[in-house]
Structure formats: C-alpha cells, structure tokens
C-alpha cells in the first residue's frame, strides 16, 4: 500500500506545474567549461610556448625619432583679415609641413640619395636578418633598364673568385623605368646559369647587374633582394609618422620604427636634409630669376659697350683729340648724369614691362624681386615677394594634394588675390615710370641743343664719348646688381631647422614580450572556451538536465543513468545505479497520485529512440519487486519492443484483441519474473490508430486495473502519433520521456503543448539515459542522491559515468 498523500485536483491549474525565470548558473556554467580543463590547459600551455618562440624569433624593432622647428609664416598683405591676426596660419602652416615631410617625393629623393635600392639579408636557422653596415658583397643595378624586383635572390661563396646563385623567393615582378608605377608579374623566373664570378655582367631577360666582392668569405650565404625606387618610396612614406608634439607647439617630431637602428637614423637625417634642401632650393628660385634676367640684359649691351668703345678709340686716333675742352666737358658731365639716370629708368621700365607679362601670362616660377633692379617701393616689394612664397608653396602643396583640395585652392585663391593687387601697382608704377623718363628726355634735349654750338670735331667726339658713357654706366650697374643677387642666394637660409638628429632608442618596441605571453595565454584559454560555448550553442540536444527544468512547464520528476547493454537492469542487477534510480521513481509515486490500491501510469516520448519503453519496463520491475501484481501493455502497435527484451514470441497481443474477439486474457504473457506479466502489442495491424480508439479498449482498459494493483501503458510517441493523446485520461500518472544527448531541445515545446492546449494533467518529465556529466549534480533535489552505497558495492553515479577528481572533490566538502 502506498503511504497517505494529500488530495490532488485534477482541475485548474496543476499544482505541480512550476513556474521558472530565466537565469544563468555561473556555476553550472564554471562545470561546463571544467570539465575540459585537460585541453584548455593544453591551449594554454600551447599558447604561452608560441608567444616564447615568437619573442625568441622574431627581429627587434626600433623606434627612431628626430625632430624638425617650423618657423610660423609671416601673413602677408595677399591674406585675409581673420589669417592677419593669427588665426588658423600656424595649424595650416603645421599641416602643410607634415604634408611635404610625408609627400612620396621627398621619400623618393632620400631613397635615391641613399642608394637603398638593394637590402641584404644574413640567412639563420630560423629567421633572416637585414644588413645595413659592413656588407660582405655589393650589387650594382643599373636601373635604366628593366630589372626583376620583390623576389629574393640567394647567394653562396664558392671561393674569392667564384659564387653560387639561385633563386630563394619566386615573388618577381618586372620594373620598367619607361612606366615605373606598373609592374609586371613573373611566371618560374630563371638565371642562365647558376656560378658567377665576382665582377662579371649578370644578364638574363629584364635583368641586369653585377656583384663585387667586399669581405665575404667561401661558403659564406647571403640573400639579396632588388627593390624599385618608387615603391620604397611608398614603403617608407607609410613607414614615417609626423605629429607636431602637442597642439600649440610648432615642432615637427619624425619617428620610424625598423629593425635595422642605423637605417632608420640615416634615412631620417637625409630626409631632413632633403627637406631643407628642397625649402633652400625655393628660396633660390627668385634670385635665379633675377641672374638670368641680368644676363639677358647683359648680352645686349656687352656688344654695344665693345662697339662703341672701338668707335670712341677710332674716333680719337684719326682726329687726333683725346679730350674735351673745359665748356664741353661741363656739358658733357650734366648729360653724363641724365645718361645715368635714363638707362636706370629704362631697366625699371623693362623690369615693369616683364612683370606686367608675367602677370598677363600667369607663368610661374620666374618672378624676380624689384629690389634686386633697383625698385625701392616697398609696397612693390612686399607683394612681389608674397606671390613668389605663396607659389612656391603651392608647388609644394600640389605635391600632396590634388587641385580640388581645400588647402590648395585657398592658397589659389591668396595667389589670385595677390596678383590682383600686384597688377595695380605694376600698372601705376609704369605710368610713374613713362613720366620720369619723359622729363628725363625733355632735359636731355636741352642739353643736346648746347651741344651745337661746340666745334664739330669736339661735337662728334662728345657724341661718342656719351654712347661709351651710357653703355659702360648700364653694364657696370647691371655687373652690381647681379653680384647682389648672386650674395643673397648664397646667404639664404632655411626658415625651418632640424632641432634633434635621427636617434634610435636601446630599448626595442617590438615585439612586447610580456604582452604577447599574455596574449599567448589569453588565446590559449579564449579559443577553447570559445570552441566549448560554440559547440553548446550550436548543439540542438538535450544534455542539460536544469535547461529541461527551465524549458518544460512541469516538474522534472526523476532523472535515469545509463545501463550498458542490458534492457533489465532492474531484473538482472538490482544493486546497480540505475535500479535505484527506478526505486527512487517508484518511491515518488506515492507523493503523485492519491489512489492507494491501483495505479494506472503512461509513459510516451516525443520520438522514437528516447528510451521510452525501456523506462516502462523497468518501472513495471521495480513495481513487481514490491510485490504489486502489475502488467506491461505495450501500445506501440506500430513498432512492438517488449517481447524482444522478455524473449517472448510477438504471435499475441493488444492488436489480436482488438481485431479479433480473442479475449484480453488469452493475450497476457507470464514473464520469468514474479508479479510482473505483459501485454504485447501483437502483430503489426494496417490501423493501429482506429483499433486503439474503439470503444472496446477503454473496457479491456477497465477490467485490467481491476485485476493488477499496478498497469503500465507503453504508449506510441505522441509527437509521431495522434491517438496517444486519447490514453491520457486513462492514467492516474503520465511521464514525458526525454533522452540525454538525444532528444531535440525543441521537443520540450510538445509536453508544453499537452499541458497548455491539451488539457493534460498529471504529467511529469523524466530524463533518461543520463551520461554526460557536466557537474550538475543530478538527482539532487529529486529525492535521490548519488554516491552512497550499501555493503560492498557502491551505487554511485560515477559507476556508470567517470567523474573528475576536482568533482569529486568538491563534493566531499559540500
């Protein structure tokens, strides 16, 4: 007899339906990710030994730096009023400078005074090492014709005289000087022959240099690889960082990080060298100007000073006459000084006429200043001299910017503004000019009509004296003013200067060793991890039995561990774990149902697979054992299990009953065991559904709960069939079989739906077929622990499934 229970309603809502929230067990999830702690600490260990290796490898890199002053410009007259005060100049001066300190032909002019076109390389065990100093052997590439580029040749020292060369890396492109920014792809490159002799003509098809021998030694092995200009160029422009050192400061900080220490400090010296030059080279420019614009003018009057000079010495050889009389010589002087100051007015007239050309013509690079001819006008000056900075600056910026960007046609727009005003003054200056020359005529006129009333021979002798005069004073002031020039192009400086050279630091910056242990060791325990939650997000099973509880809307009643290859275990091993999860059930049952004498229990599944009729049969043992006369219906007409595990002939059966008038007690089998006989479910009918929904099975039903004390429905599953649903009314209690690793989590949704929307009652879930251990405990809060054991045979859960040491562990101090 059953202990006394409580009465249970059947109506309403089940009393035995709970109600879960949605949580996550750290430390269910903590046993999840434990239980793998052999590999996860195999990755770690793994990925702590590919960091060390990576540090012991790889090339140190060094950070070199150096640093630039930038002179803030002077606004000029051609700027706007916001500019003129201040603001916005320095930031846009600052960005132009890093923009030309990181422009591709700056880099291309360091890299090709360096001569970096070929990198060496020291072969080791592992990996190669670059070479800067002390090269053992030299290539010469003669870079106007074709050559083969980004592939690695490998050479070997035979002797002082002789070597060994072949190809080590295949990536060869052809580089054409005629279209240096294409190159073209190789297929199995190949030299002619492979020993060559120190100094002779490497030749094959778009390749062609030459090795000499500096200090290399037989067998000595170096690799060597051909790099095109323009691409280095693109290299180490990516390579260079330029940041000001902070936001107020006008100083430019250069740094490279490079394996090579001495490389880098070389190549940023030369580049700020270069840098200044090409800023020198700018400043130059106008004075330039100006000396071929003195050298025009000086070619014209170098033949008219020899002419008139030979004419002055003709003249006073066949007349005999040397000098003037003291009346002649007086107005000779006076119109000496009108001369003088004629031709000085006719260069600042021509020097007009030239910048009002250049102006029209909108040329560049040919302004020449006014103060270097003469002109005083500071206002002249002061604008001349902007427009020549403002396109010089505008070359420099085209360099790096195309024509639309915004710098660049601000600083158009300053040039347009600059010449507009320039125009203006060049305009009244010539009219100023055309007025002083004129007045300077006018008076020479007067002087010449003086001139009349001397001697003829005085008279002719004074007319050429004065054309020697006027040349000799034009040539003389031309020589001066072209001088000057020459002086201030000699004495330019740049306004920017190099405040620190190119310094390497001894401490590298790569690789970070404690950083890439650290990332080793977090890879090492990441990837695992994430390897791990993949395959359980992934994994549509049911494996764990809490996320059953959280997913079904009824009590998890009891959990079944795995029985290996026997279909008994309650029969045939009664000591064993899985009996006394069956025990464990059966003693539940008295807290389930209310009835005491009888006990009508269904048991279905969502498909086929999950265990159900195993869990039917040894709860119809477990049952026998007490004593309680009990039977095995088997319902599953469709694909009968029950005779096979009790080795019974399948000839007899519900099916026969219910097709034929054969009396349900002709179909009961005795079994081997006491108490316990079965139903099979017979031979395979064409219509299991209807014979199962006729009337007379709910009274074959009847008459055997007034005959056994206990009656097991092995009932087809419910997610596969529809005519189970008719047997729940028949049960006092139905279990839901779910199966460990093999039931889809999706089928808790159908034993949901039979509570919800199928009205059932009295249903409860059972996970069987319990193996994987996750650290859940399992039975635990179900009336039924593991681990204890009676006599000298344990029944614990660890008999059927390993559990770790760290488990059991902890187990002991709960």
């Not at 529809?722 to 034993?751: C, W």
Request: aromatic letters at 10%; glycine letters at 6%.
């Amino acid at each position: 007899m059953y202990p006394t229970t409580p009465n249970v309603s059947n109506s309403g809502q089940n009393p035995f339906t709970v109600r879960k929230e949605d949580e996550i067990d750290l430390k269910v999830l903590l046993f999840n990710y434990l239980q793998y702690w052999p590999a996860i600490a195999a990755f770690m260990l793994a990925g702590l030994a590919s960091a060390f290796l990576f540090n012991r490898y790889a090339a140190n890199i060094y950070k070199v730096e150096a640093s630039v002053l930038v002179e803030d410009d002077k606004p000029s007259l051609g700027t706007d009023l916001f500019e003129t005060v201040g603001f916005g100049l320095q930031k846009s001066n600052i960005e132009n400078e890093i923009g030309v300190l990181k422009s591709y032909s700056l880099a291309e002019e360091t890299i090709s005074e360096l001569d970096l076109n070929v990198e060496y390389y020291h072969e080791g065990l592992v990996s190669v090492t670059q070479l800067y100093d002390r090269l053992p052997i030299r290539v010469s590439v003669d870079w106007d014709q074709p050559q083969w580029v980004g592939g690695m040749f490998r050479l070997e020292v035979i002797s002082g005289e002789s070597f060994k060369l072949s190809i080590a890396d295949e990536g060869f492109s052809v580089y054409n000087p005629a279209d240096p920014f294409y190159k073209s792809g190789m297929k199995n490159p190949a030299l002619a022959k492979s020993v060559y002799n120190f100094g002779q003509e490497i030749r094959a098809t778009n390749l062609d240099f030459r090795i000499e021998d500096i200090s290399a030694g037989p067998g000595d092995v170096i690799l060597f690889k051909l790099s095109d200009t323009p691409s280095l160029a693109l290299r180490y422009k990516a390579a260079l960082a330029v940041a000001p050192l902070n936001k107020q400061s006008s100083i430019l900080a250069l740094s490279v990080e490079t394996p090579v220490r001495r490389l880098g400090e070389d190549y940023i010296n030369k580049l700020m060298e270069m840098y200044l030059k090409r800023e020198l080279d700018e400043k130059n420019r106008a004075s330039e100007s100006t000396v071929r614009f003195i050298d025009q003018q000086l070619s014209g009057i170098t033949d008219s000073l020899e002419f008139s000079e030979n004419r002055l010495q003709q003249y006073r050889s066949d007349n005999n006459i040397f000098n003037l009389s003291q009346e002649g010589a007086g107005i000779f002087e006076r119109l000496q000084e009108l001369e003088k100051q004629k031709g000085e007015t006719e260069i600042s007239m021509k020097y007009y006429q030239t910048l009002n050309g250049y102006l029209d013509n909108s040329r560049g690079g040919e302004l020449v200043a006014p103060s270097i001819i003469g002109v005083t006008d500071p206002l002249l000056n002061t604008l001349v001299n902007s427009l020549a900075e403002l396109q010089a600056e505008q070359i420099r910026l085209k360099s790096n910017y195309s024509d639309q960007a915004p710098v660049v046609r601000e600083n158009s727009n300053r040039i347009e503004n600059t010449k507009k005003q320039l125009q203006e003054n060049v305009n009244l200056a010539l009219g100023n000019t055309r007025n002083v020359l004129a007045d300077i005529n006018t008076r020479i006129r007067i002087i010449e009509g003086d001139i009349s009333a001397l001697p003829k021979t005085e008279r002719d002798l004074l007319g050429i004296q004065r054309q020697f005069t006027i040349n000799e004073n034009i040539y003389v002031y031309l020589l001066e003013k072209k001088a000057e020039a020459q002086i201030t192009m000699a004495s330019n400086m740049p306004k920017n200067s190099i405040l620190d050279y190119a310094k390497a630091g001894n401490t590298p910056v790569a690789p970070k060793r404690s950083l890439n242990m650290l990332i080793g060791l977090l890879l090492g325990l990441v990837l695992p991890v994430g390897f791990i939650t993949i395959k359980d997000f992934l994994n549509t099973t049911m494996e764990d039995p809490k996320e059953l509880e959280a997913q079904i809307k009824v009590p998890l009643i009891g959990m079944i561990g795995r029985s290996l290859g026997d279909g008994l275990p309650v029969l045939n091993n009664p000591r064993s774990s899985v009996t006394e999860s069956f025990r464990s059930l059966r003693a539940d049952m008295a807290y389930l149902s209310p009835r005491r004498d009888s006990l009508a229990i269904l048991l279905t599944s969502s498909i086929s697979g999950e265990g159900k009729t195993f869990v039917s049969i040894n709860l119809a043992s477990v049952f026998s054992l007490m004593g309680k006369k009990t039977i095995l219906i088997g319902l599953d007409l469709r694909k009968p299990k029950i005779a096979a595990d009790f080795n019974l002939p399948n000839d007899i059966g519900m099916s026969t009953c219910l097709s034929t008038n054969t009396p349900w007690q002709e179909a009961v089998k005795s079994t081997d065991y006491t108490d316990l006989d079965v139903i099979l479910s017979g031979p395979i009918p064409p219509n299991p559904a209807e014979l199962l929904l006729q009337p007379k099975f709910a009274q074959i039903v009847k008459e055997i709960k007034q005959t056994y004390d206990v009656v097991i429905f092995d009932c087809p599953p419910v997610g596969l069939v529809s005519e189970t649903k008719e047997f729940f009314p028949m049960a006092d209690i139905s279990f839901f079989v779910f199966r460990q690793g093999y039931s889809k989590k999706t089928n808790a949704h159908i034993l949901n739906n039979l509570v919800e929307k199928g009205g059932v009652s009295k249903i409860y879930g059972i996970l069987n077929d319990v193996h994987i251990d996750r650290g859940y405990g399992y039975g635990y809060g179900y009336g039924y622990g593991y681990g204890y054991g009676y006599g000298n045979n344990s029944y614990g859960y660890h008999e059927e499934v390993h559990i770790p040491w760290w488990k059991r562990a902890l187990r002991r101090r709960k």
